[in-house]
C-alpha cells in the first residue's frame, strides 16, 4: 500500500497535463470542429423555438406522459411522423468559458484523485511500472471515455462524437498512466 499523501505530486501534474492536452485537442486541434454541424435553416429553428422561451435544460420530443401513452396509436403516430428530438437549451447569452474550464478541472482532479487513491490500495511503493500504467490507464481511461457510450446507445448522439471522445479520454489515460508512472514514489 502506498500512502494517498505520497501521490499528491503526480495528481497535480496529471491535473495540469491533462486539462492542457484536452485544451490543445478542442482548441487548437480540427478534430472536434465538424461535431455539431451547422443546421441549414438554423435561424429558422431559432426563431421557432424562441417564443416558446423554454427554460434551461434536457428534452425529449415527442415524450409520452406515460407508458400507457407510449402504446398509442396516436402517440406512435407523432413518432413515425417524426422528427424525433433530444435537446438541451443552454442559458441565453454568451458562454463564460470560466465556470466551464472550472468544473473540467475539477472532474480531472477527482478523476485523477481516485485513481491514485485506486492505486495506492493495491500498489507499494516502487511497485513495477508496468502494474502503475496499467491500474491507473485503465481506471482513468474508464472514467473519460466509457461513461460517454450510453449517450450514443441510449440518446442517439452520434456513434463519431463518442469514438472521438474516447479516444480523446485513451490519451489523457496514457498521459495520468505515464505521469503516475514517472512520480510513482520508491
Known amino acids: 500500500m502506498t500512502p494517498i499523501s505520497a501521490l499528491w505530486l503526480p495528481i497535480l501534474v496529471s491535473l495540469v497535463v491533462v486539462f492542457l492536452i484536452s485544451s490543445f485537442i478542442h482548441m487548437a486541434s480540427p478534430w472536434h470542429k465538424g461535431d455539431y454541424p451547422k443546421l441549414a435553416n438554423e435561424d429558422a429553428v431559432l426563431d421557432a423555438l424562441r417564443p416558446l422561451n423554454l427554460p434551461p435544460g434536457d428534452y425529449m420530443m415527442p415524450r409520452p406522459s406515460s407508458m400507457a401513452e407510449m402504446k398509442s396509436p396516436e402517440f406512435i403516430a407523432r413518432v413515425e411522423r417524426g422528427p424525433k428530438v433530444l435537446m438541451t437549451v443552454m442559458p441565453t447569452g454568451v458562454a463564460k468559458m470560466g465556470g466551464s474550464l472550472a468544473g473540467w478541472s475539477l472532474f480531472i482532479l477527482i478523476v485523477t484523485f ?73
Open 114 to 186: 481516485i485513481a491514485a487513491h485506486v492505486a495506492s490500495t493495491v500498489l507499494a511503493p516502487g511497485a513495477s511500472s508496468h502494474a502503475i500504467f496499467h491500474t491507473v490507464g485503465l481506471f482513468t481511461l474508464a472514467a473519460y471515455a466509457f461513461a460517454l457510450w450510453p449517450l450514443s446507445i441510449w440518446y442517439g448522439r452520434g456513434w463519431g462524437i463518442t469514438i472521438k471522445s474516447t479516444v480523446d479520454g485513451l490519451i489523457y489515460a496514457v498521459a495520468t498512466g505515464l505521469i503516475f508512472m514517472w512520480l510513482w514514489p520508491n
